[in-house]
Nanobody, 124 residues
Framework: QLQASGGGLVQPGGSLRLSCAAS????????MGWFRQAPGKERVFVAA????????IYTDSVKGRFTISRNNAENTVYLQMNSLKPEDTAVYYC???????????????????WGQGTLVTVSS
């Protein structure tokens, strides 16, 4: 089970940190990803971290602004979001993929478990 939290309303240029707590799974063996779905649009990849931290990838639009990290001792993955823009407004979902290789990290269809989503609204 995955539980995402940390969303909210923030002004453009502001920051938020999303958290995703995992339970009932061998967290350290799962690669973790963040996806987002804006109103009226499809769910898209944002960032992912491989189970062994051997690979971290981001979609181009968030590079240099977002940072994904994980704490295996706490079974939690984080998404630090800085310099937020109105176009970052979306429901953010965390997801877990068993094992995974680098080429599958951005493929939503390869993820085994999904959290419920947390809403991020960037607006003045």
């Amino acid at each position: 089970q995955l539980q995402a939290s940390g969303g909210g309303l923030v002004q453009p240029g502001g920051s938020l940190r999303l958290s995703c707590a995992a339970s009932g799974m061998a967290f350290s063996r799962y690669s973790m990803g963040w996806f987002r779905q804006a109103p009226g649009k499809e769910r898209v990849f944002v960032a992912a971290i491989k189970w062994d931290r051997g690979s971290i990838i981001y979609t181009d639009s968030v590079k240099g602004r977002f940072t994904i990290s994980r704490n295996n001792a706490e079974n939690t993955v984080y998404l630090q979001m800085n310099s937020l823009k109105p176009e970052d407004t979306a429901v953010y979902y965390c997801a877990a993929q068993a094992g995974a290789i680098s080429s599958t990290l951005s493929n939503s269809g390869r993820y085994d478990y999904w959290g419920q989503g947390t809403l991020v609204t960037v607006s003045s």
